[in-house]
């Protein structure tokens, strides 16, 4: 039964679920199981991921506009961003390896990794709107 469970955790850590099991119909505002919670937190950060995706494009056209009207030697923007972008999606992804740990081998672990993934996304594309909004807005 163990090598089941953490079977079913390994295949939904690696954000990899069978396509049988997510095309499940899940109710995510009352799920059953604990991999419905798990199917439900991955289709969460699923979403927050296209947010992050569509607030990182916008940033990085303010940034390129930015770069635009500024002097050679003050530009840098846009590639300061893409460089902190990268940076920032290991350390999300090391972040929430970490924070599984608090079940590490149950069948909670990719749950609260997929939750942690989605808080830090969301919290990074309320940081890219701000880039794009720019000061005093």
């Known amino acids: 039964m163990r090598f089941l469970v ?7 850590f690696s954000g990899a679920l069978a396509p ?30 296209v947010e992050l995706n569509a607030a990182y494009k916008a940033a990085m ?3 390129k506009q ?38 590490r081998g149950g069948s909670m672990e990719p749950m609260l990794v997929l939750q942690c993934r989605a808080d830090l996304t969301r919290q990074r594309t309320s940081e890219l709107k701000d880039v794009t909004q720019g000061l005093g807005n």
């Open 66 to 103: 930015t770069d635009s009207y500024l002097s050679d030697d003050l530009k840098g923007a846009a590639e300061t961003l893409k460089a902190a972008q990268r940076a920032w999606i290991p350390f999300r992804d090391k972040a929430c390896e970490s924070y599984g740990f608090l079940a």
């Open 6 to 12: 953490v079977g079913l955790a390994g295949v939904a």
């Open 20 to 49: 049988a099991v997510q095309a499940q119909d899940v109710n995510c505002k009352e799920p059953q199981t604990q991999l419905d919670m798990t199917i439900c937190a991955k289709r969460d950060w699923e979403a927050a991921d």
């Open 61 to 63: 056209a303010a940034m």
